[in-house]
């Protein structure tokens, strides 16, 4: 009887991993015959013109240029001692044609800062939670 119970869920998990697989293909179809442009860089909306990092001075800082009217996010990672000490978060509307510039000075820490990422991201609707976010620019120093 055990034997009939696994050869069963096995084939409930396969038949469901098909559908899931239908469903995935049908939508890529629909988006691609309604025409939905792909997201490329190029239509992305906003680009990191600059990202600069120095973990000696403690500093973060970038440069993004939108296109279009963007939500974008920077989520930063302050290592000290090889270990993540801190990720200060930031984010803000930039409008089409608009820039954000900023420059962050982080507090020193006990063992100092030796590493820092940035990682910016951008949204059109920051309140839909299906949403993909989309990459601005990313560096690591």
Request: hydrophobic content about 40%.
């Amino acid at each position: 009887m055990r034997s009939f119970d696994r050869k069963r869920t096995v084939r409930t998990l396969a038949a469901v991993a098909l559908a899931a697989g239908a469903l995935t293909v049908t939508a890529g179809t629909s988006a691609a015959a309604t025409g939905a442009p792909a997201t490329t860089a190029a239509n992305a909306g906003c680009t990191a013109t600059n990202i600069h990092i120095d973990p000696a001075a403690r500093e973060a800082g970038w440069t993004v240029e939108c296109t279009d009217r963007r939500y974008v996010f920077a989520d930063v990672v302050v290592f000290a001692g090889g270990v993540a000490d801190s990720n200060p978060r930031e984010a803000q509307w930039v409008e089409a044609g608009g820039t954000w510039q900023d420059l962050n000075v982080y507090p020193q820490t006990t063992p100092p800062i030796d590493h820092i990422c940035v990682h910016l991201v951008s949204y059109v609707d920051p309140d839909n939670p299906f949403e993909q976010p989309l990459l601005v620019g990313h560096s690591c120093v």
